[in-house]
Nanobody, 121 residues
Framework: QLQLVESGGGLVQAGKSLTLSCTSSGSFFSINLMGWDRQAPGKQRELVASITPAGVAHYHDSVRGRFTISRDNARNTVNLQMNDLKPDDTAVYYC???????????????WGQGTQVTVFS
């Protein structure tokens, strides 16, 4: 079972930056897609960014150009560099990873517990 732990959230003024980090542990065979979701109060959870093992990244339109996702395949970690933060970025951010426990078991999605990001103007 893969465990994901996020860190780096906090309270920050609009226009500033934060970097979220996610580490993985536990028993798994391999990890495929990794990324970050977020959920703001009263809103649906949304995909913020994702990255393939080859480094191909995709972003939500609202963060493109401000956020950068990166990963370390050797350490199975994923980071989210968030620049020029806006109050609308306030949410709980969840790390996720698509993983499987053996070479022949299906891929499954795994999420961390989340880290709060609060942006004030």
């Amino acid at each position: 079972q893969l465990q994901l732990v996020e860190s780096g959230g906090g309270l920050v003024q609009a226009g500033k930056s934060l970097t979220l980090s996610c580490t993985s542990s536990g028993s798994f065979f391999s990890i495929n897609l990794m990324g970050w979701d977020r959920q703001a109060p009263g809103k649906q959870r949304e995909l913020v960014a994702s990255i393939t093992p080859a480094g191909v990244a995709h972003y939500h339109d609202s963060v493109r150009g401000r956020f950068t996702i990166s990963r370390d395949n050797a350490r199975n970690t994923v980071n989210l560099q968030m620049n020029d933060l806006k109050p609308d970025d306030t949410a709980v951010y969840y790390c996720y990873a698509e993983a499987r426990t053996t070479s022949y078991t299906p891929w499954s999605n795994n999420w961390g517990q989340g880290t709060q990001v609060t942006v004030f103007s």
